[in-house]
């Protein structure tokens, strides 16, 4: 166990997706609080309204994270690494222009009161909907389908320290917005924006290097096809070799990917 978890905590790519994920679970841990907010800003302008409606339209986000889940089951199967990458670099420059609207949204409500009260649900909405639909990709497909290409058997251990490296910051994260919505909610945006913004650099260092190990790995596949070679061994060196997500080269001796580090490999 030790030397798993040595060979994933020195490797460059399994530490960026746990910095990404660490990031963005602070983020849509956004969903906790949506009812509560549209509840504090809303409230003082029409207290007539019925809790319901704030429920339902705080129910927006999550509908927005599941409806990009199924369009990308439905539209992003078939893409290649460098599409998809492209694909979740412009998802979260998109999620930062949301979270950006959602504070002037939020500052205005909280400075002027809102005039209509359908115009004002109905921007939220939007705007709620648009923010989880663009976080949805990166934060669930992402992570997941690197925990399985990059652990291979030990594909549930990389899931559960990812997991872990997202979940333990963003328990800190709710603890430090509940205090925060007592001065006011757009000093809860504030800090959401710093997290998206550092989401998105830490997912394109990411989507960098994987593109870059998706490259050599297609090498190495074409060039098992196109010779006599039935190792890895045989047609790259180990320190070319090191780095590689076996399990999809047909090697079953390993369990997990070695580092990216430049030091020879014990295979």
Avoid at 81 to 96: K, Q
Avoid at 185 to 196: A, D, K, M, P, S
Avoid at 244 to 262: F, T
Wanted: net charge negative; charged share 15%; hydrophobic share 50%.
């Amino acid at each position: 166990v030790c030397d798993k978890l040595q060979r994933f905590f020195t490797n460059r790519r399994f530490l960026l997706i746990c910095l990404s994920n660490m990031f963005i679970t602070m983020v849509v841990g956004l969903d906790a609080f949506s009812e509560l907010l549209l509840s504090d800003v809303l409230k003082p302008s029409d207290p007539g309204v019925d809790s319901g409606i704030y429920v339902m339209v705080a129910s927006l986000f999550p509908l927005g994270l599941t409806v990009a889940l199924l369009v990308s089951y439905a539209l992003l199967r078939d893409r290649d690494r460098v599409w998809l990458a492209n694909y979740v670099n412009v998802s979260l420059l998109m999620a930062v222009m949301f979270c950006v609207a959602l504070l002037a949204w939020t500052w205005s409500m909280e400075s002027f009161g809102c005039m209509s009260m359908v115009t004002c649900l109905s921007t939220v909405a939007f705007l709620l909907f648009g923010y989880g639909f663009t976080l949805a990709y990166p934060y669930y497909i992402q992570t997941g389908v690197f925990a399985l290409r990059f652990g291979g058997n030990d594909s549930g251990l990389v899931a559960c320290l990812i997991d872990f490296c997202g979940y333990l910051p963003s328990s800190f994260l709710l603890i430090v917005g509940a205090w925060l919505s007592g001065y006011g909610w757009r000093y809860v945006f504030l800090l959401t924006i710093v997290n998206v913004c550092l989401a998105a650099v830490a997912f394109m260092y990411f989507n960098h290097y994987d593109v870059i190990h998706e490259r050599k790995e297609q090498l190495i596949l074409l060039n098992m096809m196109h010779s006599n070679l039935r190792t890895l061994d045989e047609i790259v060196p180990n320190d070319i070799v090191n780095g590689s997500n076996m399990g999809l080269i047909g090697s079953h001796d390993l369990e997990s990917d070695a580092s990216d580090l430049e030091q020879r490999s014990d295979i």
